[in-house]
């Protein structure tokens, strides 16, 4: 008997680092997964490295794109027969120092890590069951810790944590629980491509590593898969920092 068997999971950002992480882990403890991401090959990656015993379909949808994702959250619920879990992980990051930070950028971000995350809890809510049904969303360390030439994206992860307590709030009535995680630093396509270079002076990154170094994506999925499974029944609007030690 696995954890997740018969458990129908909704996951956006399954293409890439934690998201992939999440939906092999899922998988591998029995859940049927519908996983979301704007990139096609990620997404068959992701497919083609799941070992059962759970299964792993996939979809191409911007997060941002209302339609797209009203469309794609429909046809999640159709393809499994329903959704238990919603797991919002899409998201994108952005190092730029407070002078060079551009409305478009602030835009972007704000539009995939709050709107995203909000568009999916609306849509998947309509099919969530009242006493079981579970949303994770992905905030970061980030939101409660200030480091520099991060502004906009910690305002974005402090507005999805601000988002999801409230949303827990509101959602207790029907016993859906709501669960913010906030991982620290991960080594992802996402850290390596926008945190680690760019001729920024990273002298401050000293203090965004933890004690307990930088985290494999497996570290946040199986924190991941905890929260959204029945072993966490009584966890709802609290967040789940997941950081190492970063903020003892
Ligand atoms: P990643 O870049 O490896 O994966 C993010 C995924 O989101 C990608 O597959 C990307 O295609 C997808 N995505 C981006 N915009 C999208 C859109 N508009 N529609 C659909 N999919 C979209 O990044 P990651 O490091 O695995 O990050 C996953 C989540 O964890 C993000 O929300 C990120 O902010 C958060 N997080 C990451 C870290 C870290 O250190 N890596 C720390 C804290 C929080």
Do not use: W
Request: proline letters at 4%; hydrophobic letters at 45%; one cysteine or more.
């Amino acid at each position: 008997m696995n954890r997740y068997d018969g458990v129908k999971v909704l996951l956006t950002g399954a293409a890439s680092g934690i998201g992939r992480a999440t939906a092999h882990r899922l998988a591998a403890e029995g859940a049927a997964v519908y996983a979301v991401d704007l990139s096609a090959d990620g997404l068959a990656e992701t497919a083609a490295g799941a070992a059962g015993p759970g299964t792993i379909a996939t979809r191409v949808a911007d997060v941002t794109d209302e339609p797209a994702v009203i469309a794609a959250v429909a046809d999640a619920a159709e393809t499994l027969g329903g959704i238990d879990v919603l797991v919002n992980v899409a998201g994108v990051h952005k190092t730029t120092p407070i002078e060079t930070l551009s409305a478009e950028d602030l835009t972007l971000i704000f539009n995939v890590n709050l709107v995203g995350t909000a568009l999916f809890c609306r849509e998947a809510l309509k099919h969530l069951p009242d006493g079981t049904g579970v949303i994770i969303t992905t905030s970061s360390l980030s939101a409660t810790q200030g480091n520099p030439y991060m502004t906009a994206y910690a305002a974005s992860k402090g507005a999805v944590l601000a988002f999801s307590l409230s949303l827990a709030a509101e959602l207790s009535a029907r016993r859906i629980r709501v669960v913010p995680i906030s991982p620290g630093t991960v080594d992802t396509p996402l850290t390596r491509a926008d945190m680690f270079p760019k001729g920024i002076d990273l002298s401050y990154f000293g203090r965004i590593v933890a004690p307990f170094g930088v985290a494999d994506p497996a570290q946040i999925a199986s924190v991941i898969a905890f929260a959204g499974s029945s072993d966490a029944g009584y966890l709802t609007g609290a967040e789940l920092r997941v950081d190492g030690g970063s903020h003892m």
